[in-house]
């Protein structure tokens, strides 16, 4: 059954350290992308990917990095240079990142400093 | 600055009868707009859109109806049943040199049966 797999659901994490939030598609989807979510707001954009080895920078992407080595995985890191990390983090893709694609969605990562 | 703009943080509405839910937003160059609805402890999941240059799009029970003039979206449910609780996000996606989706906030719907 093709999805998007987000691992772990909730993730704690001390202050200073770095974390990897995972998220593998087998969807064949070119297009890889990272939300955040936070309390009363929309999904927005940390980082983009239209196709391997390549990414851009979403609206939100200071204290976060990402890579896309492999067409099926877009890992998400963390870093402790992003101040808020606390909130809930999708991943989507879609098969290219064109007009009248909708995204297909994990079910999310929930993220807390300890 | 909040480009999509869903005013309405819940709604609620007895089964049988018409869902509406509405959206605004401030950038006339947006090309498409969608609406997703997300369930708790799961992904939002797509559930109909409309091109800008159309007025409307049916799907089923759900239609999405877009005044251009207004800058308004609204995404009609009739009937509503129990199932269609969940959070209903509108989205709108700008051509920035790739594709960008810019949501709003959400709106939580409560059908109650």
């Known amino acids: 059954d093709g999805g998007i797999t987000q691992s772990p659901k909730y993730l704690f994490r001390k202050e200073g350290q770095n974390v990897t939030l995972s998220c593998e598609q087998n969807?064949?989807?070119?297009?890889m992308y990272w939300y955040r979510q936070d309390p009363g707001q929309g999904l927005r954009l940390i980082y983009y990917s239209q196709i391997v080895n390549d990414f851009q920078k979403g609206d939100i992407a200071e204290g976060y990095s990402v890579s896309r080595e492999k067409k099926e995985s877009f890992p998400l890191t963390v870093t402790s240079a992003q101040k808020n990390p606390t909130a809930f983090y999708l991943c989507?893709?879609?098969?290219?990142?064109?007009?009248?694609?909708?995204?297909?969605f994990g079910d999310g990562t929930r993220l807390s400093i300890l | 600055d909040q480009q999509v703009k869903q005013n309405s943080p819940s709604l609620s509405v007895q089964e049988g009868r018409i869902s509406i839910l509405n959206c605004d937003y401030t950038n006339s160059m947006f090309d498409y707009f969608l609406w997703y609805k997300k369930y708790p402890a799961e992904g939002p999941t797509f559930l109909i859109s409309i091109s800008s240059i159309k007025d409307k799009n049916e799907d089923g029970r759900f239609t999405v109806f877009l005044n251009k003039s207004a800058k308004h979206l609204s995404l009609h449910i009739v009937p509503s049943q129990p199932g269609d609780s969940a959070v209903y996000f509108c989205a709108a996606i700008l051509n920035t040199g790739g594709f960008k989706t810019i949501f709003g906030a959400g709106t939580r719907l409560f059908v109650k049966a």
């Open positions: 989507a893709s879609s098969p290219t990142n064109t007009l009248n694609q909708p995204q297909h």
């Open positions: 969807l064949n989807h070119d297009a």
